[in-house]
C-alpha cells in the first residue's frame, strides 16, 4: 500500500521522535576516502558487498518481482533510468524492455568484473538502449538532471558513504524525477537496512519520501524519494542513528 500524504506526515513525526536523527556529527573514520572528508560518516555498520547475482533470475520472474517494481516505479516507454548497483544486469535487461528503443538505462556499479560481464550481455542481446558505468563508493557518477527514475535495489546497505553518495546523486534527477529504493527491514551489517534509518538517511540530504509498499515480491520493501527544496551544504548534514560508544 503506497503512503498516503497522512501516513508520510506520521513517519517523519516518529523519526523525529525516535532518536534516528541526532544533532551530533559523525566519529572520524581513519578509512575514509578524502573525497568523502568532508561528509558525517554513518554511525551504522555496512554490510559487506554480496554476491552481484541477488538470486536467481527464473526465481526473481516467477515471483513477478521486476514487473511489480517497474510497475510501481511507474516505468513506461521513453522513460529514462539509473540502475545503480547493476550488478548481473536482472533490473537492467527488463527495464531496458520496458521503456523501449526511445527510453534509456544506465547500468552502474562499483564492481569492474560485474560490468563487464554484464557488457558481454548487453552486447549480446543487442540492447542499444543500455549504457554501463562504473561508479565510485561515495559518487555514482551520474550526469546531471538526467534520469527520470533512479533504482538502487538490494543495494543501499552496502553503500559506504551514504551521505556523499546521496548528495552527489541529487543532480542528477530530473525534474519530476524519482529514486526507488527495494531492501529489506533488517540489521544494516545483515543485507538490509530498517526502513526509519532509510527514511532518515535520505531526509537528512533532502529528499522526500512520497510513497512505501511491504508488499514486495520476494519479501521486503519498496520506497520512493524526490528530492525537495535546497541541497544542503555537507557540513549542514546531521548523522542518523546513535553514536557508537568509544
Not at 510501481?72 to 521513453?78: D, N, P, R, T, V
Not at 537492467?92 to 556499479?109: M, S, W, Y
Request: glycine content about 10%; some cysteine; hydrophobic content about 35%.
Amino acid at each position: 500500500m503506497s503512503l498516503g500524504r497522512g501516513h508520510i506526515i506520521a513517519a517523519m513525526l516518529i523519526l523525529g521522535s525516535s532518536g534516528l536523527a541526532s544533532c551530533n556529527q559523525s566519529l572520524p573514520s581513519n578509512d575514509r576516502t578524502e573525497s568523502s572528508a568532508g561528509f558525517p560518516s554513518p554511525y551504522r555498520p555496512v554490510s559487506e558487498a554480496g554476491d552481484t547475482q541477488f538470486s536467481n533470475e527464473a526465481a526473481r520472474d516467477e515471483a513477478g518481482e521486476a514487473q511489480f517494481v517497474m510497475d510501481w516505479a511507474g516505468i513506461k516507454l521513453g522513460t529514462t533510468v539509473a540502475d545503480i548497483g547493476a550488478g548481473e544486469g536482472y533490473y537492467t535487461i527488463r527495464l531496458a524492455e520496458r521503456v523501449g528503443p526511445k527510453g534509456r538505462v544506465l547500468a552502474q556499479d562499483i564492481n569492474r568484473g560485474a560490468l563487464d560481464r554484464l557488457g558481454e550481455r548487453v552486447t549480446r542481446e543487442q540492447l542499444d538502449n543500455v549504457a554501463i558505468k562504473e561508479g565510485a563508493v561515495d559518487d555514482p557518477r551520474l550526469p546531471e538532471n538526467s534520469f527520470d527514475r533512479i533504482f538502487m535495489v538490494h543495494m543501499y546497505h552496502e553503500v559506504d558513504e551514504p551521505y556523499a553518495f546521496l548528495w552527489r546523486m541529487r543532480p542528477a534527477i530530473a525534474k519530476s524525477g524519482e529514486v526507488i529504493v527495494v531492501d529489506r527491514d533488517r540489521p544494516t551489517d545483515q543485507h538490509g537496512i530498517p526502513p526509519k534509518l532509510l527514511f532518515c538517511e535520505f531526509a537528512a540530504v533532502g529528499y522526500r519520501l512520497t510513497g512505501f509498499s511491504e508488499e514486495l515480491k520476494l519479501g521486503g520493501y519498496i520506497a520512493r524519494f524526490t528530492p525537495t527544496g535546497r541541497r544542503p551544504d555537507p557540513k549542514e548534514i546531521k548523522t542518523c542513528g546513535t553514536p557508537p560508544l568509544r
